[in-house]
């Protein structure tokens, strides 16, 4: 049986604005939202199975799809987790690095063949664009990594840039510096936790992808499928 520690957040980020969200931290990345606590927990569940069959695909050494899964839950009133505070070892810096790469990948599978007008299409109401979206992709993973510049204005190629840098901003950092806490506007930031938030951010906008690309395609602008 595959156990997994799952903290409920409640308070603190600004992603709850949309209700608590939940996050696994032995599975950086795996993250879900809900209008309530019950809904995230519901979510989670979905959430880890679809990430650890994404893991399991490309051959990474989680658990098989025939183990069972157990949650436990822990409602968090702080957005820096315990498990956050662990200094990250070399060995798991390689490991996300290739899930990092893995998350890139599925996201330029979803898109790199779309044509320009379907990264600018919108819903309806105040929905973000593809293109948006990406955009705001590549913005996070410097924010993350606390790294400013002036970024191509192209969305895939604003994407690819910032990736570089802040990859280049992580692999640089010392052994001392990868045990280090520091404070940015109130809240406590570990390396750990960066790269943990990085993939959780990469991993929810894939979701919201995949759901415009499923509107798109009935749409009249339609037919736009990445082949």
């Known amino acids: 049986m595959a156990k ?20 696994v931290p032995a599975l950086p990345g795996a993250a879900a939202r809900g209008k309530t606590v019950e809904e995230a927990k519901e979510a989670i569940r979905t959430a880890v199975e679809e990430y650890l069959s994404l893991l399991r695909d490309v051959g990474e050494p989680v658990p098989k799809a025939s183990e069972d899964i157990h949650l436990e839950f822990q409602e968090a009133s702080t957005t820096t987790f315990l498990t956050d505070y662990d200094a990250l070892r070399p060995n798991e810096m390689d490991t996300l690095f290739r899930w990092m790469a893995i998350s890139r990948q599925e996201l330029m599978d979803l898109v790199k063949k779309l044509p320009e007008d379907a990264f600018k299409w919108k819903s309806g109401g105040d929905a973000q664009s593809i293109g948006d979206i990406i955009c705001h992709m590549a913005e996070a ?8 510049k002036q970024w191509p204005e192209v969305p895939l190629f604003r994407l690819a840039a910032t990736r570089s840098v802040a990859l280049e901003r992580l692999r640089a950092l010392s052994e001392a510096d990868r045990a280090k806490v520091t ?5 406590e930031w570990t390396p750990r936790k960066v790269m943990r ?16 690309l499923a509107a798109l395609s009935s749409h009249p602008l339609g037919g736009l499928d990445a082949e």
Do not use: F, N
Not at 141 to 148: A, H, K, P, S, V
């Open 183 to 187: 404070v940015y506007e109130s809240q």
């Open 4 to 23: 997994y520690l799952v903290y409920i957040e409640t308070i603190g980020d600004p992603i709850t604005l949309k209700g608590p969200v939940a996050h």
């Open 141 to 148: 993973d410097l924010w993350y990594t606390e790294r400013l």
């Open 197 to 212: 938030r990085m993939l959780e951010h990469e991993r929810e906008h894939i979701g919201t992808i995949q759901l415009t």
